[in-house]
Nanobody
Framework: QVQLVESGGGLVQAGGSLRLSCAASGRTFRNYVMGWFRQAPGKERESVAAISWSGGMTSYADSVKGRFTISRDNAKNTLFLQMNSLKLEDTAVYYC?????????????????WGQGSQVTVSS
């Protein structure tokens, strides 16, 4: 399995921006479809975005389309999530995850490796 470590979370005002990173190690990063998920207090985990191994295909949850951008740097074994125009409802723990599927998927059941999570808090 690949090991994943998120960073870049923090406290930001509504309307602001944050960039999450996810550093991968242990296996060949470029072989994995990657995804971002989040879980807010008292709510179920939800998919945010996913990206193909090459970075050429992406998929987003409707709630973040036009505000968040997922990207990856295979040379640096790193996944990113650029979050703009943040809203109060974006407050959650954000997780990166890796899938061995050949297609882009936002189904959490398709992901076997998970990071420890990074807290994002959006204040008014």
């Amino acid at each position: 399995q690949v090991q994943l470590v998120e960073s870049g979370g923090g406290l930001v005002q509504a309307g602001g921006s944050l960039r999450l990173s996810c550093a991968a190690s242990g296996r060949t990063f470029r072989n994995y479809v990657m995804g971002w998920f989040r879980q807010a207090p008292g709510k179920e985990r939800e998919s945010v975005a996913a990206i193909s191994w090459s970075g050429g295909m992406t998929s987003y949850a409707d709630s973040v389309k036009g505000r968040f951008t997922i990207s990856r740097d295979n040379a640096k074994n790193t996944l990113f999530l650029q979050m703009n125009s943040l809203k109060l409802e974006d407050t959650a723990v954000y997780y990166c995850a890796a899938s061995t599927r050949l297609y882009v998927t936002r189904d959490a059941n398709e992901y076997a490796s998970w990071g420890q999570g990074s807290q994002v808090t959006v204040s008014s």
